[in-house]
């Protein structure tokens, strides 16, 4: 993945590292990463066929040969906040909880079974398994995962916000018990546990300090080891001390490209046995249409990224509830699926992606696509005509192709589906400053992205719903000011801490269809589109897809 990192710093303030994960994954991504399945604690058993559980594991079939333009700045798991990073690092390491594959079933793989939770909701104990070795021959123990912890929260990284905000202490209360105090209930803590970042790493060779980090190595758990990592290329060779199930194949050689043209030609004449990020929407087009012809397969899948519209009710009119639905009413979802992404896209009514059993279509229900009628009666109740005309403005980072093609297609259906009633300017500057500048108030519209950190709802509305100091409607400081929107609202703020404290689970989703109902009536993003993700394999390659969470699972790939 294209990270900018030339100009981003690390950041002292939560919010202003969640917009440079922003920026880092936007450039030339079209989709990837992670929301809870409500009740997932169904299954207290690992899984059969995840590595990391009991199980028969397939024999080798040689080495995978896997092209991609996606980058890696570092794979040390305390500071790795980018796409890429996250993918390797599922690959090279083990969580306490992980996914059964091809579900969203939260279940055990360092842990032996889910946490037992006490009656406040704030303790956790985690029995854990007693046969595991890391890569270094150090073994598996509370201790090493107490450590590891510690580290992540301690030491600094771009992540480190994640469990730090969350947990008051980890402690080591048994050879093979760990118990995790929170400082506030919090429902999403297991999906939480299985973020790609949150693995044990060997005492010995990491340390526990501010900065100290390691990008170019990794000493863990997983079923591969790292042979090499360099700007161009990333081997990682098979774990033959590793606990669980072997891999199907026999390591993993990755290509980096400096263009999607190169990834494309590349794997088009049989020089890579998958390629996967970041093709464009041509070549995907092309591959889809040659695949039978040039014996190659295309998988399929979506993504728990969203792409939105960041309404700034800081400026005028947009503190206009009226102004922001009749926006909200113009915006034509389908057209830009056609127009933008030849199909290639999944239009979006809610912040919380379609994956999600409480995810609902709450904006196709209110507002339609390219409802030009409801957006002009809103308007006019709000006072503007063809002689008093709406003025807006949408904003989007420079580099981003898509992004500009979104915007000018909007402004061309806006301005043709409302002539002289409204008026389009389209505007954009350089990504480090635009997302600089956002949580300013600058701008007032906004074509955005999310990358979730977790797979469960809250992190598609605590982030956007959220604010911690606000007044008269407006948030002066917290996530929406970080996010643009600046939308406070003292209802939303305690149905956000609501959903975050239930444990139980269709309760909570009563809380979340609240909010949603909440983003909808009163308007501070307007939800657009979700990328499906694609990735191509030679035939004969057997194993390759993309899990319901977005990882993918490079242990599963053989070559018949």
Known sequence: ????????????????????????????????????????????????????????????????????????????????????????????????????????????????ALPTVSADGLTYTIPLRDDVTLHDGTPFTAEVMAFSLQRFMENGGRPAYLLSDKIASATATGDYELTLKLKAPFAAFPALLSFSGVTPVSPGSYEIGTGSFKPDSFVGTGPYKLASFTSDSIKLDVNENYWGDAPANQGIDIQIFTSPANLYNTFKTGGLDVAYQTLDPEQITSLEKEAATGGWQVIVAGTNVINYMVLNQKIEPLNDVKVRQAIAAMVDRPLL????????????????????????????????????????????????????????????????????????????????????????????????????????????????????????????????????????????????????????????????????????????????????????????????????????????????????TQQFLLWKIVRK
Do not use: H
């Open 1 to 112: 993945m294209n990270a900018l990192t030339s100009w981003v710093g690390k950041g002292k303030d939560l919010w202003a590292r969640r917009q440079w994960r922003r920026v880092a994954q936007f450039v030339g991504l079209f989709g990837l990463c992670c929301a809870i399945a409500l009740g997932c604690a169904g299954n207290n058993q690992p899984v059969a066929d995840a590595p990391g559980t009991e199980g028969g594991g397939a024999d080798g079939g040689g080495r995978i040969a896997l092209g991609t333009t996606l980058t890696a700045r570092t794979l040390d798991p305390a500071d790795a906040y980018e796409t890429f990073p996250g993918i390797l690092l599922y690959n090279l390491g083990d969580r306490l909880y992980t996914y059964e594959p091809g579900t969203t079933n939260l279940v055990p793989q360092l842990a032996t």
């Open 337 to 548: 699926n056609e127009r933008v992404f030849q199909g290639q896209a999944e239009p979006l009514y809610s912040l919380i992606p379609a994956s999600f059993d409480v995810a609902k279509p709450v904006f196709k229900e209110a507002y339609g696509d390219g409802n030009f009628t409801k957006a002009k009666a809103l308007l006019t109740e709000a006072g503007f005509s063809e002689a008093n005309p709406l003025a807006i403005e949408i904003w989007y980072p420079s580099a981003s192709t898509t992004r500009s093609i979104v915007a000018n297609t909007l402004k061309e259906s806006i301005e043709a589906g409302l002539p002289g009633l409204v008026t389009v300017t389209v505007q954009n500057t350089e990504g480090a400053t635009l997302w600089e500048n956002v949580g300013k108030g600058i701008y007032p519209i906004v074509l955005a992205n999310w990358y979730p950190d977790y797979y469960d709802p809250d992190t598609f509305i605590q982030p956007f719903m959220s604010c911690e100091k606000g007044s008269n409607a407006i948030c002066e400081a917290g996530p929406s000011q970080a996010n643009g929107s600046f939308y406070y609202s003292p209802k939303a703020n305690e149905l956000v801490a609501k959903q975050q404290a239930e444990q139980d689970p269709a309760a909570r989703q009563k809380v979340i269809a609240d909010l949603q109902q909440m983003m909808v009536d009163d308007v501070p993003y307007v939800p657009l589109w979700q990328n499906k993700d694609f990735v191509f394999a030679q035939g004969g390659v057997e194993g390759v897809g993309i899990e319901p």
